[in-house]
């Protein structure tokens, strides 16, 4: 439940910071799946990105690629990818402010392989963000305000 007390909300990336983590992701990955067929294309075992010239099954191929990239990332870096780390923000949970579980980080993950998810953005929150509980932060605003926030609850704590 958000209060006026909710580090997480006082502390939300914009759209714009995070259409910049969308992007810097992306790219990366494209870099990286180019490096990929380069070295398949080496070691001669190009004819294994025929699979990529299937419609369908490529499509499939892109999507679980794209699934793993992130997925490894948010999972292996709590709740933050490359894009989140050069932007300076990061995924918690919307309860606490805590990493994203690791089902958190799967539900955000999978949701972000649904068609159109992307346009979700034009709402107030995107269906990975809404449907795994988590918001993105800009991190060192939120340590700042998680602090204070705190503090303020510590207050009369001791009487």
Known sequence: MSSYLDPVEHSLASKGVRFANFLIDYILLLVLMFILGALLVVFGMESSLTIFDVPFVGNLVGILI???????????FKGRSLGKFITGTQAVMLEDGNPPTLNAVFIRSISRCVPFEVFSFFGTTGWHDAWSKTRVVNKKEFEQNRQKFNAIDQIGANS
Request: no cysteine; glycine share 0%; proline share 0%.
């Open 66 to 76: 794209y699934f793993v990239y992130i997925f490894a990332q948010e999972a292996a």
